[in-house]
């Protein structure tokens, strides 16, 4: 039998008194961390008019696991059992704090729990899809507002179905206090490369918001071994979209926009990078529309991704770039660095210096997100 180095469930990891402190001045944000949705949000907050089919978010009183129903179908993702739900500081504020501090993380990103599960019912009832959108981006701002100067709730943003109301969904972000919002990386009907997206970029831009694509789960495979390889597609999706949105020509027509690619490691865009600067170059006489630059430069003048323990990545950071990558923990998912987030900075420390380390491993977020 094959020998495993196994990993404990986050709520079984320990961690150690001695975790790394950086010196002094030397602030560790983690720009990819989850804040799980209140039991009976939508039951609770929707409009009476959604309220026959709200979907419901409850907890197992014996499991602990969290799920979410919708009509009588189970949206939990099949065979993936707990994401962490163990974890008090999944939905306790006061505990997730605790956590970052003994960790000595001064910051936080906070991306949804299972909001995307709801991904599913964009066809089946897409007013409904935005109406829970807006109950959850009402409830998650407020939810954080006790330490707003340390974690940042991220927006989902429902224009994709609507782009024409981009602009008022954003200003109605910035006036709740977001600064970062989402849009998921693969919805259901909407094509980021068209024209018709225009007016989501442009408000983007406008109210300087980062716009962010997250992994979420998605089902391709079953059968045997489907778990396995469910997660590791889901861990590796942003290539194609990357390439969707390069060769849209959409970063041309907005210079000033920031796209920001979580929780799906760096390691892929070293090689993207030169494939798709391979691409344009070949194929070059045929693209359309012209780009005024390789996909390159995009990366590194409007992109950014997010890892947790990606050592290829960082030996590839002369490819990727230091200003690009943001480090994180992902608590409280089973692929996260919590309980060694230290050892993990440390050796980011150590294999790139403390000028680049100090911008992957906190200043980048520092300096997108105000903290």
Same mark, same amino acid.
């Given at each position: 039998?094959?020998?495993?180095?196994?990993i404990?469930?986050?709520?079984?990891?320990v961690v150690p *008194? *001695?975790?790394w402190?950086? !010196?002094?001045?030397f602030? &560790?944000?983690?720009? *990819?961390?989850?804040?799980?949705?209140?039991?009976?949000?939508?039951e609770e907050?929707?409009?009476?008019k959604?309220?026959?089919n709200a979907?419901?978010?409850?907890?197992?009183?014996?499991?602990r696991?969290?799920?979410?129903?919708?009509?009588?179908?189970?949206f939990d993702p099949?065979?993936?059992g707990?994401?962490?739900?163990?974890?008090?500081?999944?939905y *306790?504020l006061? $505990?997730?704090?605790? !956590?970052m501090e003994s960790?000595?993380?001064a910051?936080?990103?906070l991306?949804?729990?299972? /909001?995307?599960s709801?991904?599913?019912i964009?066809?089946?009832?897409?007013e409904?899809?935005?109406?829970c959108?807006?109950?959850?981006?009402e409830w998650?701002?407020?939810h954080?507002k006790?330490?707003q100067?340390r974690?940042? !709730?991220t #927006?989902?943003?429902p224009?994709?179905?609507k782009?024409?109301? #981009?602009?008022?969904?954003?200003?109605? &972000?910035k %006036?709740?206090?977001?600064?970062?919002?989402?849009?998921?990386?693969?919805?259901?009907?909407?094509r980021?490369?068209?024209?018709?997206m225009?007016?989501?970029?442009a408000?983007?831009?406008e109210?300087?918001m980062?716009m #962010?694509?997250h992994?979420?789960?998605?089902?391709?495979?079953?059968g045997?071994?489907?778990?396995?390889?469910?997660?590791?597609?889901?861990?590796?999706p942003f290539?194609?979209?990357?390439?969707q /949105?390069?060769?849209?020509?959409m970063?041309?027509?907005?210079?000033?926009?920031t796209?920001?690619?979580?929780?799906g490691?760096?390691?892929?865009?070293a090689?993207?990078?030169?494939s798709?600067?391979k691409?344009c170059?070949?194929y070059?006489?045929?693209?359309?529309p012209?780009?005024?630059? &390789?996909?390159?430069?995009?990366?590194?003048r409007?992109?950014?991704?997010?890892?947790?323990?990606?050592?290829?990545?960082? %030996?590839?950071? =002369?490819w990727?770039?230091?200003? =690009? #990558?943001?480090?994180s923990i992902?608590?409280?998912?089973?692929?996260?660095?919590?309980?060694h987030a230290?050892d993990v $900075?440390?050796?980011?420390?150590?294999?790139?210096?403390?000028?680049?380390?100090?911008?992957?491993l906190?200043?980048? $977020?520092?300096? /997108?997100?105000? /903290?």
């Amino acid at each position: 039998m094959a020998t495993i180095d196994i990993i404990p469930p986050p709520a079984e990891r320990v961690v150690p *008194d *001695d975790s790394w402190v950086p !010196a002094e001045g030397f602030k &560790l944000i983690s720009a *990819d961390d989850h804040l799980l949705e209140m039991d009976h949000l939508f039951e609770e907050r929707l409009p009476a008019k959604f309220q026959a089919n709200a979907p419901k978010v409850w907890r197992d009183p014996e499991t602990r696991h969290v799920h979410v129903v919708y009509k009588d179908q189970s949206f939990d993702p099949p065979g993936v059992g707990t994401i962490g739900h163990e974890c008090e500081g999944f939905y *306790d504020l006061d $505990a997730r704090v605790a !956590a970052m501090e003994s960790e000595n993380i001064a910051g936080s990103v906070l991306y949804h729990g299972q /909001l995307q599960s709801l991904n599913r019912i964009i066809g089946d009832d897409p007013e409904l899809y935005i109406a829970c959108m807006d109950v959850y981006n009402e409830w998650a701002i407020e939810h954080v507002k006790p330490y707003q100067d340390r974690l940042v !709730a991220t #927006a989902l943003l429902p224009s994709f179905l609507k782009p024409e109301t #981009a602009r008022d969904q954003m200003q109605k &972000l910035k %006036q709740l206090g977001y600064r970062n919002v989402q849009m998921p990386s693969y919805p259901s009907g909407a094509r980021y490369n068209s024209r018709e997206m225009d007016p989501i970029w442009a408000a983007a831009c406008e109210f300087d918001m980062p716009m #962010a694509f997250h992994v979420t789960a998605t089902m391709q495979f079953s059968g045997w071994g489907s778990l396995g390889a469910n997660v590791s597609r889901n861990m590796a999706p942003f290539r194609p979209l990357f390439g969707q /949105l390069i060769f849209s020509g959409m970063f041309d027509r907005f210079p000033e926009l920031t796209v920001v690619f979580a929780e799906g490691g760096i390691s892929w865009a070293a090689d993207a990078c030169y494939s798709l600067d391979k691409v344009c170059r070949a194929y070059y006489s045929i693209i359309k529309p012209k780009l005024e630059h &390789l996909p390159s430069h995009y990366w590194k003048r409007n992109c950014l991704a997010t890892f947790m323990d990606d050592p290829v990545g960082v %030996q590839c950071m =002369n490819w990727i770039g230091a200003d =690009n #990558a943001m480090w994180s923990i992902d608590y409280p998912h089973p692929e996260s660095v919590y309980g060694h987030a230290g050892d993990v $900075a440390k050796s980011v420390y150590d294999a790139l210096g403390p000028d680049d380390a100090a911008k992957v491993l906190g200043g980048n $977020a520092a300096r /997108l997100y105000g /903290l």
